[in-house]
């Protein structure tokens, strides 16, 4: 099944993700960065784009690119601390430590500025980097050997991680009655982009160990098992979306992505 995206859906989509682009890599050439680092920035299209999804709701313009902005600015100062972590890129680690740190840190400050109560983003990120930390620690280390303990791991780097963005914007929005949705969305859609780069790395970066498509190869996971989960997913972020009539952009969008995995992604490590 082909799926795409309403067209001016589309368009409105690229154009955030390219003021997006734009400002991070504006920053990042200004502070130091060198042309293969702003490259790289530049090349991160989901982390680009996904502000326009967790912004979907807020209804002023001006409003909401400000708040897409400061939430790329944290998503790839975060990106940029996972490259240092795996050290694949080539890039200059001492780059990618002190741009991390400086995009995080001006992310913050926007974000504190944008909320009626500062206090909400600062516990909010204390609270849910505190899982996605003690997550990621804990993945490294105890690798997945089933679904539930892919599934718990991917709560917190995958899930917890896109949840507190969701969160954010809502906060950052100043519509804090729209966390609920807004967070029970980014949780099921970034368990569903989690999935995707699990199955995308086993090529991409011969990942094994852990890794949900090596699961799957080997049999300890059916593939009907992450097709239900997949299914249930995508449930759960409906179901958020419609909560919020505003963001009704936003079932297209779990759709595709939703079935781009499953009719994709999923058939290329069905064990035979």
Same mark, same amino acid.
């Given at each position: 099944? +082909?799926?795409?995206?309403?067209?001016?859906?589309?368009?409105?989509?690229?154009?955030?993700?390219?003021?997006?682009?734009?400002?991070?890599?504006?920053?990042?050439?200004?502070?130091?960065?060198?042309?293969?680092?702003?490259?790289?920035?530049?090349?991160?299209?989901? =982390?680009?784009?996904?502000?326009?999804?967790?912004?979907?709701?807020?209804?002023?313009?001006?409003?909401?690119?400000?708040?897409?902005?400061?939430?790329?600015?944290?998503?790839?100062?975060?990106?940029?601390?996972?490259?240092?972590?795996?050290?694949?890129?080539?890039?200059? @680690?001492?780059?990618?430590? &002190?741009?991390?740190?400086?995009?995080?840190? +001006?992310?913050?400050?926007?974000? &504190?500025?944008?909320?009626?109560?500062?206090?909400?983003?600062?516990?909010?990120?204390?609270?849910?980097?505190?899982?996605? &930390?003690?997550?990621?620690?804990?993945?490294?280390?105890?690798?997945?050997?089933?679904?539930?303990?892919?599934?718990?791991?991917?709560?917190?780097?995958?899930?917890?991680?896109?949840? &507190? =963005?969701?969160?954010?914007?809502?906060?950052?929005?100043?519509?804090?009655?729209?966390?609920?949705?807004?967070?029970?969305?980014?949780?099921?859609?970034?368990?569903?982009?989690?999935?995707?780069?699990?199955?995308?790395?086993?090529?991409?970066?011969?990942?094994?160990?852990?890794?949900?498509?090596?699961?799957?190869?080997?049999?300890?996971?059916?593939?009907?098992?992450?097709?239900?989960?997949?299914?249930?997913?995508?449930?759960?972020?409906?179901?958020?979306?419609?909560?919020?009539?505003?963001?009704?952009?936003?079932?297209?969008?779990?759709?595709?992505?939703? +079935?781009?995995?499953?009719? @994709?992604?999923?058939?290329?490590?069905?064990?035979?």
């Amino acid at each position: 099944m +082909t799926l795409a995206l309403p067209d001016t859906y589309t368009t409105a989509m690229l154009a955030t993700e390219s003021a997006n682009r734009d400002h991070v890599t504006d920053f990042v050439a200004r502070n130091g960065g060198s042309p293969g680092l702003v490259a790289h920035t530049a090349a991160l299209r989901l =982390y680009l784009r996904v502000p326009h999804f967790l912004t979907e709701w807020i209804g002023d313009p001006a409003l909401r690119a400000r708040v897409a902005r400061a939430l790329v600015s944290d998503i790839v100062a975060m990106k940029l601390l996972d490259d240092l972590m795996d050290d694949d890129t080539g890039l200059n @680690r001492v780059e990618l430590a &002190c741009l991390c740190l400086h995009l995080h840190l +001006t992310a913050v400050r926007e974000m &504190c500025a944008l909320a009626e109560d500062p206090r909400s983003v600062t516990d909010l990120l204390e609270h849910d980097f505190t899982t996605v &930390c003690t997550g990621q620690i804990r993945v490294k280390s105890h690798h997945a050997r089933d679904l539930d303990g892919w599934r718990a791991g991917a709560s917190t780097y995958g899930a917890s991680f896109l949840g &507190c =963005y969701g969160s954010l914007a809502a906060i950052c929005g100043r519509a804090t009655g729209s966390v609920g949705p807004a967070r029970r969305f980014a949780e099921a859609f970034g368990t569903i982009i989690t999935i995707a780069d699990d199955l995308t790395d086993y090529d991409r970066n011969g990942e094994r160990a852990g890794n949900l498509g090596h699961l799957m190869r080997t049999g300890a996971v059916p593939a009907a098992e992450v097709a239900a989960l997949l299914g249930q997913l995508r449930a759960d972020a409906l179901d958020a979306v419609r909560e919020q009539p505003a963001a009704l952009g936003l079932e297209a969008v779990t759709e595709l992505y939703t +079935t781009d995995v499953l009719d @994709r992604l999923l058939p290329l490590h069905t064990a035979p």
